[in-house]
């Protein structure tokens, strides 16, 4: 079994920034590429970065330049850095990873609880 603890969320006025983590643990062989997500209330889920096992880094249009992922592979954990935050920003954001679990075949696409971002002055 394997989990993702996502945290870092909170409370932050426009301008400011944040740094999501997103810790797995378990029967973990491995961990492939890596993702956060967000949801913001009222629309659909969306892609804001991807990252894979070598650390190659992808921010969509929409964030790039304010989001910066990156992870430790020695922690198990991966990050999301977000600056010049704007209200805009205001959603749940979610980490998901495919992850190849001890004593099974495949990879495995496991995501996290998510964690609350607010951007309000």
């Known amino acids: 079994q394997v989990r993702l603890l996502e945290s870092g969320g909170g409370l932050v006025q426009p301008g400011g920034s944040l740094r999501l983590s997103c810790a797995a643990s378990?029967?973990?062989?491995?961990?492939?590429?890596m993702a956060w997500h967000r949801q913001a209330p009222g629309k659909q889920r969306e892609l804001v970065a991807t990252?894979?096992?070598?650390?190659?880094?992808n921010t969509e249009d929409s964030v790039k330049g304010r989001f910066t992922i990156s992870r430790d592979n020695a922690k198990n954990t991966g990050y999301l850095q977000i600056d010049s935050l704007i209200p805009e920003d205001t959603a749940v954001y979610y980490c998901?990873?495919?992850?190849?679990?001890?004593?099974?075949?495949?990879?495995?696409?496991?995501w996290g609880q998510g964690t609350q971002v607010t951007v309000s002055s």
């Open positions: 998901s990873a495919m992850v190849r679990l001890r004593g099974k075949t495949g990879k495995f696409d496991v």
């Open positions: 378990g029967s973990i062989v491995s961990i492939e590429d």
């Open positions: 990252i894979t096992k070598s650390g190659g880094p």
